[in-house]
């Protein structure tokens, strides 16, 4: 019979047990019956409801992906432009949930024995994401571009527009590698203060950046014509979504904290779009068309921050809202949030193989075949999660 003694933690030894044989990553999970299970593997503890929020990232990512990567602007109708607007919402609410997957998942081990290993996992996870950027690159370009265009994008000449965000979290997770031991001991006021000293940062090279490598620019701080993600100008999103990540993983097991984190966050969100309102109201159609057309995105203006940033912002504290419950009752989407990367290269390999390269479905199909297409896009993302998650349960 298992134990039922409280530990320090306020967890019985089943409790610990149920806790983290749920966090453990899929390649190292064991059965820990019967298992006394040190204290220091109470590191993580996954909450369902991150996985459902980078879920709903990449399901507007992908419906930007698919439908944009079939046809031109001006195949849009008006209200398939209104829609495409939401989009915009995906790559900062992705960041968000990149820094607080990591506050939940890495942080609680550093300083502790596990903390090389996860450090170094962290750096192959970069390399790992790095090897992607690269390959889907090059699948994005096979047609339709010359081989020296191709090269010119593996060696950081030029970027390419639908795959950067991968590149952004490859250099990402290097320098989040280093700072993380630091990040953990410092107090909260200082972690504020990091998210204001590279928002400073950022300003100070767009505008004074003296040396001549442009491309080295469009990876810190973006540069017009460069279809990049600064790591000094999206940056400040991580950090945000680190201290996120802190005070979720504290309130895990308190639902009405975790519920007034979502309150904050919703209310975060409204006000950032109702002063992207107030300050385009005389013009906010043409605001929310420009929008979708990626006007102000790279780098981005403040317009598109206002926008990006409350979107994002509500959709987590949604998402929060909703806890488990809502993330087992979409649990496609919670299961696309699980597997993001894998997913990522699923999706980009359909429209650009499949879709453009072997069907030949570029510029030749209208908006409503291209939202259908995009359908099945995410369906068969959701599947293709779905295998992933079977099959790497086998292996154990």
Known sequence: MESTEVSKTGL????????????????????????????????????????????????????????????LWEDFPVWGLVVHTITKFSSTLFIITFGVSLAVAYLPHVGTPLWPQKRLRLLWRSLEVMFWYKVLTIAQMIQGYTNQEILDAILFKTFPDYVEVLGFYAFALLWLSMILPWWKRSPFLIKV????????????????????NMSLKAILVENRGYFTFGQLTRGPFIL??????????????????????????????????????????????????????????????????????????????LGLAGGRALSRVLYPITLIGKYSL???????????????????????????????????????????????????????
Do not use: C
């Open 12 to 71: 019985t030894d089943k409790e610990l047990k149920e806790e983290t044989i749920a966090v453990l990553n899929p390649y190292t999970r064991s059965d820990l019956k019967g298992v006394r299970v040190p204290q220091s593997l109470l590191a993580e503890a996954r909450l369902e409801s991150i996985d459902f929020i980078r879920g709903i990232a990449l399901v507007l990512m992908m419906l930007s992906h698919g439908v944009k990567g079939l046809l």
């Open 193 to 212: 203060l990091l998210v204001f000293a590279m928002i400073s940062a950022q300003f100070h090279f767009t505008y004074n950046f003296t040396w001549q």
């Open 240 to 317: 945000f979504g680190l201290i996120l990540g802190e005070q979720l993983y504290q309130a895990r097991r308190d639902k009405w904290l975790t519920f007034i984190i979502s309150l904050i966050l919703i209310s975060l969100g409204t006000i950032l779009l109702g002063v992207h309102y107030g300050m385009n109201k005389e013009i906010y159609f043409d605001s929310l068309i420009g929008l979708a057309k990626n006007v102000g995105k790279h780098p981005p203006s403040q317009n598109f921050i206002l926008f990006s940033l409350g979107g994002a912002f509500a959709i987590a504290g």
């Open 342 to 396: 894998e997913v990522f290269v699923f999706h980009i390999m359909v429209i650009f193989i499949i879709y453009r390269y072997l069907l030949d479905y570029y510029h030749n199909v209208d908006y409503m075949m291209a939202l259908n297409l995009t359908a099945v896009l995410i369906l068969g993302s959701a599947v293709w999660a779905g295998l992933i998650k079977w099959r790497r349960s086998q292996k154990f």
